[in-house]
């Protein structure tokens, strides 16, 4: 084989996954059909579940140089100012939830920051490599490009996004709904006339208007400019267009729109793929759910994705677990996706507000079939659930589950067993979210296993490759 996984798209999904195979010595070669990456804001919003993944990742330091908090948002009326909308129902940061808030990052950002990690960690992305064809076996999979070159390699993942390639080929469908028929616009621009303090927002003026909300770019000189309109208009991308829009619905004179830097258009969609897996391909990302961008949903999803796949791909490359474990990638991600897509729906439609769901903490697998919960009372904190944060003598749990590998908390007194396993283990009193006991933390954050005794630990740990 050239390669151990073949990841298909070089979006945050691809990116995110190309690097957690590469801090697990995996073998992987991201392609990307274009010549460069995404050039656009489009998702910029990443929330705290995902902040977290990227705090484990590498990454945490260089999102947070990049971006920088939501701006409250201005209501202007007749060119004035009417006042405050708050986009977030408010959170605090606490021990166990130490990002509390979307951060945003435009998406042409994050993804940089991807890529470079990626690459300090000896992967690469391969630029104009346009897939047509696909074909696997038994011991792997053999992908064309448009160039007529080949790559072979024991897996791929498609996270080529919503209009997959890969996932064509494969012959899976999408079921799905429009969420909105009406289409939008989303552009970077430069505007002047307009602080950068307030997302400032322009409720529609008429039956012929739809809103028109302009953010500041966070880190950046741009803002994200989104416009709704009527069914059945074709949005204008051009940047004579764009003024018009800016000079019909806000006070400003279309000269204010300075430079178009990217647009594009969409009609708002949910979908979720009938099946994330082939034989030896996965879907990941928009390749398996298309999300409103109400809420900012869809690329945390994906990275989450990427993030639940990479352990499992390397478990079974690296560690020799048994390949049936790369079942449980559909089983777990699958329900998730559903329940963002419904989500993001509802908070596009307004009957529910960007609130603690969205930002993905309380997801989890505790109906897994990799989840094990031997307490008999279990307290709040349950196998399957996101393991949270804490201080255990001295040490942040955090710091602790940071890394590829897999950590054992033993506490409040809970005898810790001694392991063949490489697992990290911390002992001490139990912090505030975990009751005493002992907690096997996966690899991607979540408890895995949870028992008062370590009886059935070492077994559990060997399906994983883990201790042989």
């Known amino acids: 084989m050239d390669t151990d996984v073949l990841v298909v798209g070089a979006g945050p999904t691809g990116l995110a996954l190309g690097v957690d195979l590469a801090r697990r010595g995996v073998a992987a070669l991201v392609v990307e059909r274009s010549g460069a990456l995404f050039p656009g804001s489009r998702g910029k919003g990443i929330q705290p579940r995902t902040m977290e993944v990227f705090d484990d990742l590498g990454l945490l330091g260089a999102i947070r140089a990049a971006g920088g908090p939501y701006p409250v948002g201005m209501v202007w009326q007749d060119g004035r100012r009417a006042g405050e909308h708050r986009m977030f129902d408010p959170a605090e940061a606490s021990e166990d939830a130490p990002y509390d808030e979307p951060w945003m990052v ?4 994050t993804q940089e920051i991807l890529r470079a990690r990626l690459e300090e960690l000896g992967g690469r992305v391969a630029f104009g490599r346009e897939v047509t064809g696909l074909t696997q076996d038994a011991d792997g999979i053999r992908a064309e490009f448009a160039s007529g070159e080949t790559v072979t390699a024991r897996y791929a993942v498609a996270a080529d996004g919503g209009r997959s ?4 080929l494969l012959g899976i469908g ?5 969420v909105d028929p009406n289409p939008m616009l989303v552009a970077d621009v430069r505007i002047s006339g307009l602080d950068r303090d307030n997302w400032h927002l322009f409720p529609p003026g008429g039956e012929s208007d739809g ?7 966070a880190g950046t000189d741009d803002f994200q400019l989104v416009a709704q309109f009527p069914d059945g208009t074709a949005p204008d991308l051009s940047l004579e267009g764009l003024r018009k829009v800016v000079a019909a619905r806000t006070h400003l004179a279309p000269e204010a729109v300075t430079e178009l830097r990217w647009a594009s258009d969409f009609r708002p969609r949910a979908a979720l793929a009938d099946r994330f897996r082939s034989g030896r391909v996965f879907l990941a990302g928009d390749a398996a759910h298309v999300h409103s961008p109400a809420g900012g949903q869809g690329l945390n999803t994906s990275v989450q994705d990427a993030y639940n796949l990479g352990w499992k791909l390397g478990a079974v490359l690296r560690d020799g677990a048994d390949p049936a474990l790369l079942d449980s990638y559909e089983e777990e991600r699958r329900p998730v996706a559903a329940d963002v897509l419904g989500l993001s729906t509802r908070v596009h439609r307004g009957e529910t507000r960007r609130g603690g769901a969205t930002r993905q ?8 079939s990799l989840t094990r919960e031997t307490r008999t009372d279990p307290g709040p904190l349950r196998a399957g659930d996101r393991a949270p944060d804490g201080t255990v003598d001295g040490v942040r749990l955090f710091d602790a589950f940071r890394g590829p590998h897999w950590t054992l908390l033993a506490l409040g007194g809970a005898p810790a067993p001694v392991l063949r396993a490489p697992v990290r283990v911390v002992r001490g009193p139990a912090p505030g979210a975990y009751g005493p006991g002992l907690y096997l933390v996966r690899p991607d954050g979540y ?3 949870a028992g008062g005794t370590a009886a059935g630990l070492p077994q559990y740990l060997r399906r994983f490759g883990q201790g042989r």
């Not at 435009?106 to 950002?109: A, D, L």
């Open 106 to 109: 435009p998406q042409w950002r």
């Open 165 to 168: 390639t890969v996932r064509a």
């Open 174 to 178: 999408m079921t799905g709904e429009t």
């Open 211 to 217: 809103f028109l909300a302009i953010c500041p770019l």
């Open 361 to 368: 903490l309380g997801l989890g697998y505790r109906e897994s």
């Open 447 to 449: 408890v895995g296993w």
